[in-house]
């Protein structure tokens, strides 16, 4: 049982470049997130999924898109990639129980635009 | 608006206890969560609280009080390995998680 993963662990984007972080979890939940983690911050949520085929947008979904064609996959897509993006982004999964969740992270992609 | 506040940075020494306190305001409240990260590496899930008091486990407890929108997570015997981030987190109105910053923690021998 793997959780959740995410590929690459890291990435050096030029500005205008476009790329997709790739999220997986094997625990067959049916929420899935994208968050953005800039240095002394929180957590800021971009996008999440609350099903195969459903998304809706987070706090700050500007510059990014999803899709979630199956329960495991849950990818991000930067188009355009601009200085602003550089950060660790962090995929998670929950399945919400009696009104309460847990989300289980995966490791992290850090993302560096120059 | 949503807020979370919690302290940006706190020292304690190994052995000791440390309380983190964490405010919040939010539309709507479903329920409380404590995550501990450590240096780059992703959050982990620590409590929940859902309604008043004290839940303990192990060396940890988290603390909840939502007439005052008022959490703390508790921790004893502080070993080395508990230096991280604890970030508190609300569920609001719609489940969405909302985080504070986290609170640096520094443990010294």
């Known amino acids: 049982n793997a959780g959740v993963t995410q590929t690459p662990k890291f990435r050096i984007l030029k500005i205008g470049q476009s790329m997709t972080l790739q999220c997986t979890q094997d625990?067959?939940?049916?929420?899935m997130y994208w968050y953005r983690q800039d240095p002394g911050m929180g957590l800021k949520l971009i996008y999440y999924?609350?099903?195969?085929?459903?998304?809706d947008k987070g706090e700050v979904p500007n510059g990014y898109n999803v899709s979630r064609s199956t329960t495991e996959d849950f990818p991000l897509r930067l188009e355009l990639a601009a200085p602003s993006q550089t950060s660790v982004y962090f995929c998670a999964s929950s399945n919400r129980d009696r009104g309460g969740e847990t989300q289980y992270f995966g490791p992290g992609t850090r993302l560096l635009v120059l | 608006g949503q807020n979370i506040d919690q302290p940006t940075e706190m020292t304690a020494t190994e052995g000791a206890i440390v309380q983190i306190n964490c405010t919040y305001q939010t539309s709507g409240f479903n329920g409380l969560f404590w995550y501990q990260q450590h240096a780059g590496e992703a959050p982990t899930f620590l409590s929940y609280n859902v309604l008043d008091g004290l839940e303990e486990k192990g060396r940890f407890s988290s603390f909840l009080s939502r007439s005052k929108g008022y959490s703390y997570l508790l921790l004893k015997e502080l070993q080395m390995k508990d230096s991280a981030s604890y970030l508190c987190?609300?569920?609001?109105?719609?489940?969405?998680?909302?985080w504070g910053a986290g609170t640096k923690l520094i443990i010294k021998p």
């Open positions: 625990m067959n939940h049916n929420y």
């Open positions: 999924s609350v099903g195969a085929g459903i998304t």
């Open positions: 987190a609300v569920g609001d109105s719609n489940y969405q998680l909302i």
